[in-house]
């Protein structure tokens, strides 16, 4: 019989005695959940960073939107200065005819 593991990770406990009938979904042994465990914490912080970070950007575009229908060119220049982050600034590219 071949036994193959859905997992990687230390073993902590073995369920089974050699020789004792198994059947199809029994628990065989128990891993570290640790490792899994910090995974999923760390996706979850990750998650919730990013979800902060989308609605900081939603509520800066909403106030720049109804800033920038009232303003002038000049005024859009700073406005776009003063409102976004750097790490979220719009790149301008010149293009040479």
Known sequence: MTVKVRVDGEVQKIAFREGQDVRVGDVMAQI????????LHQAEADKARDEAL??????ILSVTASSWSRS??????????????????????????
């Open 32 to 39: 570290d959940p640790r490792p899994y465990q910090a995974q």
């Open 72 to 97: 002038t060119p000049l005024a859009r220049a700073s406005i776009l200065r003063k409102r976004w982050p750097r790490s979220i600034k719009p790149r301008s590219r010149m293009i040479r005819r």
């Open 54 to 59: 989308l609605a900081n950007t939603k509520l």
